[in-house]
């Protein structure tokens, strides 16, 4: 694993073409049958189109487990696996050829291509899907749509026998995509409704935890997808960097980020870009990405391009003219030494928790230096330190993550503490005010001091059999780095 990233780091952008090999998708998809057992049916489904506005949709995203899967990014793709059943063990239906659709939308591949891609032999038409789980359940027939047979036979005898005796098994990804007291139902979770309504002898089962236990851990063809995402979105940083010294606006930053994504060859963003300036940094997802650059003032690009499916998530903070004032120095290395701990802390067998500890005890350390707390301790830290300090990175951003599994190699990370100084945020908080007159006064002078200075440092590593190997090393980190870099695109 460790020669493979060497060597991808070592190619040129333009001559990269990782891909992941069809054997792969199948090795998957056998080790989640394996899992699921004979008495089961697995159904995995594309999500819909979601409309903009009017008649205008977004861009069509394949779901993450059914790409994880098979590899196909095609709408209107369901996957059904029965294990128990040899001929129908994994069933992939798409939508066929239709010229006239392909003259609006663009072209549809031949079953052949997604045979390849997937490593899915038998391949049926999109709309077959519901028809053949009731074939399933129902103990039915399945036959081809050319087929002139009268009295066909019991199509997948075993699953039904499981479903007679009571031991059937229905698995879908149970996964939540939206929040609030009463959520929609998803697709998955509206098909579970209905068939438990009609087959009340069905069980129902969620196969979210056995893919998060597949993700977590990547092979080394993830490991170069996830590379290679590093690779364009570190472009983009170095880009950002050279634009802002001459940017009036944060949008024109933006602007070359997204050109660098497209020019490098990736789809599009893993997550909308942050890119704050002056102030904004200290907002930690800001969106806005329109305001004046400040010109003395710190600026954030929070940036992640997808490649392939997998994303990168990579932070810097830098100068806007390009060299640091000494109190943006003094917040940014604090930032950077935390890192520097917490990158370190990640070792297989160890837990992320490793990593948090050490980045609070080191920026504690400096805060308490700065004069922005009284003491080191993790109340007075999260005033200033927000968030977790990073978290899983592959087919999502913020990767599926089971939080009390230990580290293991090949798992691969963001790490990303922070410093964000918010007086009015400060001075409101119930741990300030229970503070002495005395402590109060002495915070309040330095917040005067730092008042609006946001730095993010944040890095992708992979985990190996000794500890953390750094991904994203290809965009400069430390301030004398940033300053120098900036100093030659001028």
């Known amino acids: 694993m460790i020669v493979l990233i060497a060597l991808v780091a070592a190619v040129p952008l333009a001559a990269q073409k990782p891909a992941i090999d069809a054997s792969e998708y199948a090795a998957r998809r056998a080790r989640l049958a394996k899992e699921i057992g004979p008495n089961a049916i697995f159904v995995a489904f594309s999500p819909k189109l979601q409309i903009r506005s009017g008649d205008q949709e977004w861009p069509f995203r394949q779901s993450d487990d059914l790409l994880y899967l098979t590899g196909i990014a095609e709408e209107e793709t369901t996957l059904v696996m029965v294990p128990g059943d040899a001929d129908f063990a994994e069933v992939l239906f798409v939508r066929d050829r239709n010229p006239q659709q392909e003259v609006w939308t663009g072209r549809i591949p031949p079953r052949e291509e997604i045979t390849k891609i997937s490593g899915v032999k038998r391949i049926e038409s999109a709309g077959r899907w519901r028809g053949f789980v009731n074939a399933a359940i129902a103990g039915g027939a399945w036959m081809s749509l050319e087929s002139t047979e009268r009295i066909p036979p019991r199509a997948m005898p075993n699953f039904y026998a499981a479903m007679t005796a009571g031991n059937a098994e229905v698995w879908t990804v149970n996964e939540m995509r939206s929040f609030g007291p009463n959520p929609p139902l998803t697709d998955e979770q509206e098909f579970v409704k209905d068939l438990r309504e009609r087959f009340a ?283 120098r870099f900036m100093a030659s695109a001028k």
């Open 201 to 483: 002898s069905l069980r129902f089962r969620d196969a979210q935890p056995l893919l998060t236990t597949m993700r977590e851990v990547k092979s080394p063809a993830e490991i170069a997808l996830i590379q290679r995402a590093i690779d364009i979105t570190e472009a983009a940083q170095k880009a950002a960097m050279k634009r802002v010294l001459t940017a009036t606006s944060e949008n024109q930053v933006d602007a070359v980020v997204d050109f660098t994504y497209k020019d490098l060859g990736t789809c599009c963003w893993g997550f909308p870009s942050i890119v704050a300036s002056g102030a904004n940094a200290t907002t930690l997802h800001y969106m806005a990405n329109n305001a004046p650059v400040d010109r003395g003032g710190l600026f954030l690009t929070d940036l992640g391009a997808e490649y392939a499916g997998y994303s990168a998530d990579v932070t810097r903070t830098y100068p806007a003219s390009g060299k640091f004032t000494a109190d943006q120095r003094a917040i940014h290395s604090a930032v950077y030494e935390a890192q520097e701990a917490a990158i370190a802390a990640l070792k297989p067998g160890g837990h992320f928790r490793d990593a948090d500890h050490a980045a609070i005890a080191v920026v504690g350390r400096e805060l308490l230096r700065l004069g922005l707390i009284t003491k080191n301790e993790p109340r007075q830290v999260y005033l200033y330190f927000r968030h977790a300090p990073g978290h899983h990175i592959g087919l999502d951003t913020h990767d599926v993550t089971d939080r009390d599994r230990k580290i293991e190699p090949n798992m691969v990370f963001a790490v990303e503490p922070g410093i964000y100084v918010r007086k009015n945020d400060v001075v409101a908080s119930p741990v300030y005010l229970k503070l002495t007159k005395e402590e109060q006064a002495s915070i309040a002078k330095n917040l005067d001091r730092y008042e609006g200075i946001g730095v993010r440092i944040e890095d992708n590593v992979v985990i190996t059999e000794t500890g953390a190997k750094l991904l994203s090393s290809g965009s400069p980190r430390k301030a004398e780095d940033i300053e």
